[in-house]
């Protein structure tokens, strides 16, 4: 199993420009869930996902769109990025939303926007 | 104020020797509380998860204790490795039915040979 893997590793960007950062897993996980890690915060919540077709906004979800048409892809869109959108940002998947279930993570996009 | 704090911010150890870290946590309720093992670069890999329970879990030369009553939590490592350079984080879940995942923002530690 390749686990959960993203899409790219290193991206730029100029203020206002879209993009799509990519997430998929292979291990028939229901629930999956973007965060961004910035320096000296814990890893926030943006958006996440209980099962195909279902999406719901996290902690910090402006700026950012997803969307869950298959178990195993959860593609996050920057509509139009702004500087304050550099960030690190990992997916991650677990069996469930569950507490109880331990979550995977990818390895991380690190974006930066001039 | 994030509801998990965790210190110190970093720290420096020699190869062989042990270090603890500390997580204070505020959140609630209580579900379960993991620790983190992140590599730079990479993305976090759990280390080890209590429940409310359980006040020890061991994963090799990891050790994590939780004080549910003091809402504290801390890990241990053992005869450090310069494997063990990483930062580690402290995630309290929280809720029943809708879970929430809390993070701290981590210690780096530097081991050096």
């Known amino acids: 199993n390749a686990g959960v893997t993203q899409t790219p590793k290193f991206q730029v960007l100029k203020t206002g420009q879209s993009m799509t950062l990519q997430c998929a897993q292979d291990?028939?996980?229901?629930?999956m869930s973007w965060y961004r890690q910035d320096p000296g915060m814990g890893l926030r919540l943006i958006h996440y996902?209980?099962?195909?077709?279902?999406?719901d906004q996290g902690e910090v979800p402006n700026g950012y769109n997803v969307s869950r048409s298959t178990t195993e892809d959860f593609p996050l869109r920057l509509l139009s990025a702004a500087p304050s959108q550099t960030s690190v940002y990992f997916c991650?998947?677990?069996?469930?939303?569950?507490?109880?279930?331990?979550?995977?993570f990818g390895p991380g996009t690190r974006l930066t926007v001039l | 104020k994030n509801q998990v704090e965790q210190s110190p911010q970093s720290l420096i150890i020699l190869e062989g020797k042990n270090c603890t870290l500390q997580?204070?946590?505020?959140?609630?309720?209580?579900?379960?509380l993991r620790w983190y093992k992140q590599d730079t670069g990479r993305g976090p890999v759990s280390l080890t998860i209590?429940?409310?329970?359980?006040n020890t879990k061991s994963n090799g030369r990891y050790t994590a204790t939780l004080d549910a009553d003091t809402k504290q939590s801390s890990l241990h490592i053992t005869a450090s490795q310069l494997s063990d350079s990483a930062s580690y984080i402290c995630?309290?879940?929280?809720?029943?039915?809708?879970?929430?995942?809390?993070f701290g923002a981590g210690t780096t530690v530097t081991v050096r040979a």
């Open positions: 991650a998947s677990s069996y469930t939303g569950q507490g109880y279930n331990e979550q995977f």
């Open positions: 995630v309290v879940i929280s809720g029943s039915n809708d879970y929430k995942l809390s």
């Open positions: 209590m429940t409310f329970s359980e």
């Open positions: 996902s209980v099962g195909a077709g279902i999406t």
């Open positions: 291990m028939n996980h229901e629930y």
């Open positions: 997580c204070n946590y505020t959140v609630s309720p209580f579900s379960n």
